[in-house]
Structure formats: C-alpha cells, structure tokens
C-alpha cells in the first residue's frame, strides 16, 4: 500500500486524532470526580490556611477527607452578598467557590461582555469570627487568586494566595513564602476608598519601636513586580466590591470595643495602685 | 540479539546518558529538581511517556506516511503527557506535587529525549526493543535528575523526601543551592564525573 498518497495521509492522520481524542475524552470523564475532590480539598484547606487553623503543610498532611472534616466542625456560615452589601444567597456545606467559579465573578464585578449577571461575593465565616473571602486577577503568566481572613474589626487576620504558572522562586513567593503572607496580618484596608490595599516598593515600614505599622501597605517581592502588581489589582478589586459587606457587618463590633478598653483600664489602675502600695 | 537488548536498556542509563552525554532535557532538570519527591515523580512521568509513547509508535511504524510522521509522533507524545497529568492530578497523593510541578508535566512533550528516541530508534525497530529504549532513556534521564535533587534538597533544605536530616544539627539551608543555577553546576559536575570514567568521551 502507498502510505504516502495523499488520501491516505488525510484518513490516516483524520483517524488517529479521532481515536486520540476519544481516549482523552473518555480518561478526563472517569477521572473528573477524583480530580475535583482534590482541588476541593485543597482550595478548603486554602481557607483554612488564611484563617490561621493551620499551615498549608498541615492540611496536606491531613489528607482530603480530614481537612473536610475540619471545614465542618470550625465553619459557621457561608453565603454570598452583592456589591452594595446584601445578602443574595446561601453556600452549602459541601459547595466550593474554585478558582474557575472565582474567575466567573471576577468578570461579573469587572462588568464588560465576559460578565454573566450581578456579582454574587462568597464570605465563609468561622465559628471563631473570622471572615474569609476570596480575591482573584491576573499575575503575570496566568491567574493568581488567594484568601484573605478579616477579624471583626476588619483588619486582617490572615492570608494564602495561590497561582497558576508564576514564576518559582520569584512570582511563586506569593504562595510559597510565609513570610509574603504574614505580612498581611494585622494590616488595615481602607475599604470604600479607592485605593483599597496597596503592594509597593518599602511598603510595610518599622517605626521607632521597631514594630509594624498598621497601614493598606505591604512590601511588594523584590523580582516580581508584574505578579506583585496584579495581586494588588486582584485584591483592590475584590476588597472594593467587598467594601459595603465589610462595613456593614462591623457594628456588632462596635459595641464590643468599649467593653474591652474598660477592662483594660481597670486593670491599669489595679496595676498602678500596686506600684504605689 | 539478547546482549543487544541488554545493550539498548544499559547504555542510556550510563555510557549515552540522555542528560549528561546528549545533553537534552537540560532545561527541566534544572526546574524540578528542588525536591527528590518533585525529581522522581517527573523522573516516573517521563519514563511512563518515553516508553509508552516509543512502543505506540513502533507498533504503527510501517503505517504512519512519513511526510506527516512529526505530528502523529506529537500527537501520540502529547496524548501520553495529558494522560499522566490527568492521572497525576485524580490521586490525592500525587495531586500537590503534580499542582507544584504544575507546567513541567505538560512540557514533558517539548522534552527533547522522547522525541529524540522516537525519530532515532522507535521507527526503525520493533516494539518491545523500542519499549526498552524509551524506558531505559527515561530511567537515565530521572537517574540524573534523582543524582541533582538529592543534593539540592539535602543541602537547600536540610532534607531528603521531605525528612529531617541535616537541620537537627542545626544546619542553616544553602539558598544558592535552592536556585536554578546551582541545577548547572551540579549538572557539569556530574559530566566532569562521567567524562574522567569514560575516557573516549574526552575531546582530543
């Protein structure tokens, strides 16, 4: 037979893609369900991580069905809110906002012909207080995406920031370095501003005591300002259309503060009459 | 006929090294070689594609046109390459290292040993020598990526598999040898090694 005729060329190469491409669409169909457990097990313990239950490491270690568990036992409440802060729906326990999800409300908060209807915002509140809400945008080589923790007074408590295909030991720091993420605790956004959160050079300064300040900055990662800036635009984004829920949901604290500022006097001027006696 | 077989499975493991001696697939072992868990799942993923892809290929060797016979071999190539990501991917053993070598699966298709051993030996021969030669060009190909990551981990990071082994003794991890560079010249290492056992590789 002349394998090299041009009829034969067409029908053998128009044969081998059609079986090829039944193989691979028959493997990826036997294989979805396993394939979606685990990255529902690992965007949860992603979660977990930004509200401080744990390291990464930890929920990796614990396996799939530990980390669930975990979920269960410490979440309070998942449901999604509108850009002007209302509720419009609630989050199953064993629902997940993945990052395809994610990417399909960051088109509808960015508006324009990708978007598909109103933004609809998952927060997952912990029985601790916290609150965990995601943030999604473009890096430098593909997405980046990731969870900020929000204590009651809507300073942060904790982060984890995940990517596609940055580059590692630069770009990658945003999910490999602790120290990128700590640095997110404690800080302040200023939500309903413009300017929510900002990642610069020399962001994060020391004061005279050498602490911390609280402040919207953090230090961007040296080598990696394209991936750095678009993590700023990712939470700016999110964080703004996020602004109305977080204030909104702050007055709870405001009653609680005065109480906690009494005890800390009285416990001043117990202290102060022992160093007069 | 069977010291030929024994031939095609040795001499790529040592004396024609895909790495060190045909210098290919340079370019990922320098990135997956951080950890030894990261270098022998790559090390696993590319013999399962040299081998398997080598074998479809010779089976269908005398029917594939020849002017066409780049992109059956890719097809077949990337087809086994998606596969073992996809499989990577559904275990939840393997699902955090298949995400933290996250494109190097996927660019196991442009790695120039499995193309290579296809054109050079799989279209010419039958399939189970052909089996033996992607196998044997995967296993040199992971031997030396296992040889750098052993290093790169025990002195970048105090450990090996993950284990504590040298930090207990309060051993500060090597930055440099975290970074890509270090892949290099560890790499030229192992050729200087290579090149002084085997003195017909010398250049006069």
């Not at chain 1, 169909?29 to 690992?42: T, Y």
């Not at chain 1, 239950?53 to 409440?77: C, H, P, S, W």
């Not at chain 1, 960015?110 to 509140?125: D, M, R, S, W």
Request: proline share 4%.
């Amino acid at each position: 037979m002349n394998t090299n005729s041009n009829i034969y060329t067409v029908i053998y190469t128009t044969v081998i893609v059609v079986i090829v491409a039944a193989v691979l669409a028959f493997v990826s169909q036997s294989l979805k369900g396993n394939q979606q457990a685990n990255e529902k097990a690992d965007t949860i313990s992603q979660m977990l991580t930004a509200a401080q239950f744990g390291t990464k490491a930890d929920f990796q270690k614990m396996g799939n069905k530990a980390v669930l568990a975990r979920y269960a036992e410490e979440i309070a409440e998942a449901f999604t809110v509108s850009p002007d802060g209302s509720r419009t729906g609630d989050i199953a326990l064993d629902e997940v906002f993945s990052p395809s999800l994610l990417k399909r409300q960051n088109y509808n908060i960015k508006g324009g012909q990708n978007a598909t209807g109103a933004p609809e915002l998952p927060v997952f509140i912990f029985k601790n207080g916290k609150k965990v809400v995601p943030v999604y945008g473009a890096g430098l080589w593909g997405p980046v995406w990731g969870y900020i923790a929000f204590n009651e007074d809507n300073s942060i408590a904790g982060a984890y920031f995940d990517h596609e295909s940055e580059t590692a030991g630069l770009g990658a720091k945003i999910k490999d370095d602790p120290a990128f993420q700590a640095e997110f605790i404690g800080e302040k956004p200023s939500l309903g501003e413009s300017k929510v959160f900002e990642i610069v050079k020399g962001g994060s300064p020391k004061d005279t005591e050498n602490k911390e300040v609280i402040d919207n900055k953090i230090d961007a990662i040296t080598g990696a300002t394209m991936t750095s800036k678009g993590l700023e635009a990712a939470i700016n984004t999110w964080l703004g259309a996020y602004s109305a829920y977080l204030l909104s949901a702050t007055p709870k604290v405001e009653e609680e503060v005065p109480a906690e500022v009494n005890e800390e006097a009285v416990e001043g001027e117990e202290t102060t009459k022992t160093v007069e006696e | 006929m069977n010291a030929k077989l024994k031939e095609t499975l040795l001499n790529p493991i040592f004396k024609n090294n895909p790495i060190t001696v045909l210098v290919l697939g340079i370019c990922s072992s320098l990135a997956v070689t951080v950890t030894m868990k990261g270098a022998l799942v790559m090390a696993l993923s590319v013999i399962v594609v040299t081998g398997v892809s080598s074998l479809i290929l010779s089976l269908l060797r005398n029917t594939i046109p020849s002017r066409v016979r780049i992109i059956v071999q890719l097809v077949v190539v990337a087809m086994m390459v998606i596969l073992v990501d996809q499989v990577l991917k559904s275990f939840e053993a393997t699902y955090a290292i298949d995400k933290q070598l996250s494109v190097y699966i996927g660019l196991i298709i442009t790695n120039c040993i499995v193309m290579g051993r296809i054109e050079a030996f799989a279209l010419g021969n039958k399939p189970w020598p052909s089996f033996l030669d992607g196998v044997a060009n995967g296993a040199g190909y992971g031997m030396i990526l296992l040889i750098v990551a052993f290093f790169r981990e025990l002195l970048g990071s105090g450990t090996l598999f993950g284990f504590d082994i040298l930090n207990r003794f309060g051993y500060v991890p090597n930055n440099l040898v975290i970074l890509p560079p270090f892949a290099l010249i560890l790499l030229g290492c192992i050729v200087w090694v290579q090149r002084s056992i085997q003195k017909d590789l010398q250049e006069k």
